[in-house]
């Protein structure tokens, strides 16, 4: 079936349309682009931040002086007072989230929120970064129970932070499973974990974020160029593809249900992938219903292959050992786990990534484009079909 793909147009195989000049050595092929029309400009983003917090100090300076009669020395260098962000991002505790985390909590500009389901494990995973106490607190958050979802909703609310940025990052992928296992609710567990406890967390924390005064306002959901067929990564078995739905709608449980969406049998490669359209779709259903009315930016990317990270942590060793040269040296897709950290975290606070609805890739310079997604995981119906069922089975309605 990956043979097959090479015979496909190279307008189908790579994830930006209108590229077809490009060939099969192209960095297209596996999901980047060479197109550069969209790299991000730090200087004007830099630029652009000082602007907004200045005007911040001078419309307080305004007040604060309104009865001081006018004097001719200089004012005072306006300080920054940009108050710093909070960000929740789960699955904090290792991989693309670890590295996310060290990224903002270095820039001192950013609170972080490890939402993890192993508290000791993200306690020691934060020391090992080296990040200060200060810019950090772990949460409990298991995403395969729906009552932990909750929970932590419920903490995070009574600790009184604001909630600016929600980076759903975490997830479980079962490629040697034979059989599926399941969430607390009964719920097969990737679909279950992925999507499901992310989709029920980001709709109960979709208030909070739109009382923030934070100037840039962000819901960040992972996606994954193994979802999307129009790369030739998406094309290589199982592939993902939710038919119509119909396992997902009878509620994924293995008893009067398939445990797969589309109803076929279990296979823990594709519940993944499948799982990443979900991601994928639910994102552009976000920015469709509340993107105008909340002013919050709905993103999802593609952070690279991160070849290294605990995700493969239940592939066969020889996998393990082959995967990172094979991407290195052969697809050329790897992407280091420091690396990955820095593309999130551009998603999460660069001043120039603020479009709402956009799948975010980058290019062999590590520039950011906006990318093309599949066929499927643009479906408009699909995303709608996708929402309201999921609605009902993490009981929202
Ligand atoms: C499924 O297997 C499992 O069944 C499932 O349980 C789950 O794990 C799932 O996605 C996860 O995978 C799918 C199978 C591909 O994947 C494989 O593991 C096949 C590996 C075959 C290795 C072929 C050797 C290639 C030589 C590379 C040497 C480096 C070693 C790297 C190995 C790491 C593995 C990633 O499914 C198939 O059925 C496809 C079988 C055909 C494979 C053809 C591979 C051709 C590769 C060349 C493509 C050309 C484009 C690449 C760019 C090259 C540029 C020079
Ligand atoms: P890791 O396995 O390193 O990280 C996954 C994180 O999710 C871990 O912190 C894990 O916790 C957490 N997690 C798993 N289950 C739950 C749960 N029930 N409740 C709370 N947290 C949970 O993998 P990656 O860093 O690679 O993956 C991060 C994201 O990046 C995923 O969304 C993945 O789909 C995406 N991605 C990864 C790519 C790659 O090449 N690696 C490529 C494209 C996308 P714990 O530490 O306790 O196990
Ligand atoms: Mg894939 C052509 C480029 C390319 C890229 C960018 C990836 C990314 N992969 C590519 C090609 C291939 N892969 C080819 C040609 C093969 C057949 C040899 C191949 C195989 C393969 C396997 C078996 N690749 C995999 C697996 C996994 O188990 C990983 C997976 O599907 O996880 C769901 C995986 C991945 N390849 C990627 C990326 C990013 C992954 C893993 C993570 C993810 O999408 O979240």
Known sequence: MALQATSFSVHNLVNLPGKTTATLKDSTLFGVSLSDHLKVDFSSSASKKQEFTRRKVFKTQAI???DTPAVTRAAPEPKKTLRKGTVIITGASSGLG??????????????????????????????????????????????????????????????????????????????????????????????????????????????????????????????????????????VP????????????????GLNSSTMIDGGKFDGAKAYKDSKICNMLTMQEFHRRYHEET????????????????????????????????????????????????????????PSLTKSGVYWSWNKDS???????????????????VWEISEKLVGLV
């Open 98 to 235: 670890l590295a996310t985390t060290k990224a903002l909590a270095e820039t001192g500009k950013w609170h972080v929120i490890m939402a993890c389901r192993d508290f000791l494990k993200a306690e020691r995973a934060a020391k090992s970064t080296g990040i200060s106490k200060d810019n950090y607190t772990v949460m409990h958050l298991d995403l395969a129970s729906f009552d932990s979802v909750r929970q932590f909703v419920a903490n995070f609310k009574q600790s009184g932070r604001p909630l600016d940025v929600l980076v759903c990052n975490a997830a479980v992928y079962q490629p040697t499973a034979r059989e599926p296992t399941f969430t607390a609710d009964g719920i097969e567990l990737s679909v279950g974990t992925n999507h499901l406890g992310h989709f029920l967390l980001s709709r109960l924390l979709l208030d909070d974020m739109k009382k923030s005064d934070y100037p840039s306002k962000r819901l960040i959901i992972v996606g994954s160029i193994t979802g999307n067929t129009n790369t030739l990564a998406g094309n």
């Open 295 to 350: 002013g919050i930016t709905f993103a999802s990317l593609y952070p690279g292959c991160i070849a290294t990270t605990g995700l493969f942590r239940e592939h066969i060793p020889l996998f393990r050992l082959l995967f990172p040269p094979f991407q290195k040296f052969i697809t050329k897709g790897y992407v280091s786990e420091d690396e990955s950290g820095k593309r999130l975290a551009q998603v999460v606070n660069d």
């Open 367 to 385: 520039a950011s484009f906006e990318n093309q997604l599949s066929k499927e995981a643009s479906d408009v119906s699909k995303a709608r079909k």
């Open 238 to 253: 199982p592939k993902a593809n939710l038919g119509d739905t119909r396992g997902l709608a009878g509620g994924l449980n």
């Open 64 to 66: 604060a002086t309104t």
